[in-house]
């Protein structure tokens, strides 16, 4: 079993950074593979970024890359994902999630979940 709790988000204006964290509890943290996903209003969860296990090799959504940066610190449980250059389009409920699998990009893959943590862009 694995726990997650995300944190860090919040209202910011265009243009700004954010940087949120998700800190896993209840098991070997270096063993899975961490994505982040989003879900605006109105829409369907979609993914956002992913690291795996021991935080060599990333991947993400061509709407974030060059833009966003997901890293992973194995020593504190902790994934993270910094914002930078934020658009309106970037709104949404933001979760981390955790898989066994060693590539994922999508949500029925993953088999853990946090509450989700919120980030809101004003234009």
């Known amino acids: 079993q694995l726990q997650l709790v995300e944190s860090g988000g919040g209202l910011v204006q265009t243009g700004d950074s954010l940087r949120l964290s998700c800190t896993a509890s209840?098991?070997?943290?270096?063993?899975?593979?961490m994505g982040w996903f989003r879900q605006a209003p109105g829409k369907e969860r979609e993914f956002v970024a992913l690291?795996?296990?021991?935080?060599?090799?990333?991947d993400y959504a061509a709407s974030v890359k060059g833009r966003f940066a997901i890293s992973k610190d194995n020593s504190k449980n902790t994934v993270y994902l910094q914002m930078n250059r934020l658009k309106p389009e970037d709104t949404a409920v933001y979760y981390c999630?955790?898989?066994?699998?060693?590539?994922?990009?999508?949500?029925?893959?993953?088999?853990?979940w946090g509450q989700g943590t919120r980030v809101t862009v004003s234009s």
């Open positions: 690291i795996v296990r021991a935080g060599s090799y990333t």
């Open positions: 999630a955790a898989t066994s699998n060693y590539y994922a990009v999508y949500e029925a893959w993953y088999n853990y």
């Open positions: 209840g098991s070997t943290f270096d063993t899975f593979t």
